[in-house]
T-cell receptor, first 112, second 117 residues
Framework: TQLLEQSPQFLSIQEGENLTVYCNSSSVFSSLQWYRQEPGEGPVLLVTVVTGGEVKKLKRLTFQFGDARKDSSLHITAAQPGDTGLYLCAGEGSSNTGKLIFGQGTTLQVKP | GAVVSQHPSWVICKSGTSVKIECRSLDFQATTMFWYRQFPKQSLMLMATSNEGSKATYEQGVEKDKFLINHASLTLSTLTVTSAHPEDSSFYIC?????????????FGPGTRLTVL
């Protein structure tokens, strides 16, 4: 069974600080997606990483896919209160059914 | 990405009644849709895969007779919670599968908050 371990599960920081969220597995994923979800809404896709070692940037957010495609990280620079939310990583499994395997999620609170 | 809507956005019902939730793909023909449920401050839990024109595939532990899924067209999938009970109260979210080159992406609806009294 493929699993994604996401850490930390909760993070409360001050505005302007940097943070990193990790997503780790012992299995290889063909692609991995990061989502952000606000309370009472559905997850919104931030980025998909596909190639081992790939780095993608989205303004102050930097996403990295591990060389072996078993892990990924999300780094936020100079966090702002608007970054507050639930961050989810999800990998496309090896079963080729289109199903996504989700990490446990990271609840981020950025205090002004 | 695909634009997905859900209706209703929230519903309150009495125990024992049935509730239908609609998931629509507004700009994309979706052969496959997924249904998830989510408890507060937790991740998404996949309930079932909805396939247009065929029976849904349910995840282990999900009662198919309680959570009826119908995917009669390429733009609409419905989830009916039959004989709802308070423990069925949750946030239900659907997603549409889209192919982006060599990999699949999922685009989520805004969710439906179900409260069973």
């Amino acid at each position: 069974t493929q699993l994604l371990e996401q850490s930390p599960q909760f993070l409360s920081i001050q505005e302007g600080e940097n943070l990193t969220v990790y997503c780790n597995s012992s299995s290889v994923f063909s692609s991995l997606q990061w989502y952000r979800q606000e309370p009472g809404e559905g997850p919104v896709l931030l980025v998909t990483v596909v190639t081992g070692g790939e780095v993608k940037k989205l303004k102050r957010l930097t996403f990295q896919f591990g060389d072996a495609r078993k892990d990924s990280s999300l780094h936020i620079t100079a966090a702002q209160p608007g970054d507050t939310g639930l961050y989810l990583c999800a990998g496309e499994g090896s079963s080729n059914t289109g199903k996504l395997i989700f990490g446990q999620g990271t609840t981020l609170q950025v205090k002004p | 990405g695909a634009v997905v809507s859900q209706h209703p956005s929230w519903v309150i019902c009495k125990s024992g009644t049935s509730v239908k939730i609609e998931c629509r793909s507004l700009d994309f023909q979706a052969t496959t849709m997924f249904w998830y449920r989510q408890f507060p401050k937790q991740s998404l839990m996949l309930m079932a895969t909805s396939n247009e024109g065929s029976k849904a595939t349910y995840e282990q532990g999900v009662e198919k007779d309680k959570f009826l899924i119908n995917h009669a067209s390429l733009t609409l999938s419905t989830l009916t919670v039959t004989s709802a009970h308070p423990e069925d109260s949750s946030f239900y979210i659907c997603s549409v599968e889209g192919l982006a080159g060599s990999y699949n992406e999922q685009f989520f609806g805004p969710g439906t908050r179900l409260t069973v009294l």
